[in-house]
């Protein structure tokens, strides 16, 4: 994974993976494996949680491709930031690139998730992840102290 610029300037970052994926329960997602994360200069700890709550964001449109940028807070939240939508057709033919949406204050970035729709709308919080038409994928990032992000 490419270093992601906007994010070198966040006031947190994660130490590890919580290899994240899709919930068991509709609209969630799972952090499958506990890890450590720093905002502020301070650590903090994620322990493993099944079924956490997808954020609400706008609905994204058919036939798009769009970044999801998973983040977490002081209190162990776990936030979803909807990127910016763009044709599918576009991504695939390396005309127009996918760019994440920049990190909330105060929050770590953890996780990228890729929605590509084909016959459907997706809602995170709304839509479940395993609904017509939606594919999804989701990259673990994490802090290496030579400033490069793993996935």
Do not use: H
């Not at 209190?75 to 033919?93: C, H, R, W």
């Amino acid at each position: 994974m490419k270093q992601l610029g906007n994010m070198f300037t966040t006031d947190g970052f994660s130490l590890g993976s919580g290899k994240l994926a899709e919930g068991t329960n509709a609209n969630t997602i799972n952090v499958a494996q506990a890890f450590d994360y720093v905002i502020n200069g301070i650590i903090y700890s994620k322990a493993v949680a099944d079924n956490t709550a997808m954020t609400a964001c706008a609905q994204q449109a058919d036939n798009t491709t769009c970044l999801y940028l998973i983040t977490i807070n002081a209190s162990g939240t776990v936030k979803i930031t909807k990127g910016t939508e763009v044709l599918s057709a576009t991504v695939l033919n390396g005309v127009t690139p996918l760019e994440l949406p920049e990190c909330p204050a105060n929050e770590a970035p953890i996780g990228i998730m890729k929605i590509v729709l084909s016959g459907g709308t997706f809602t995170s919080g709304t839509t479940d992840l395993s609904g017509t038409g939606v594919t999804d994928t989701f990259y673990n990032i994490g802090w290496l102290p030579d400033r490069k992000w793993i996935a």
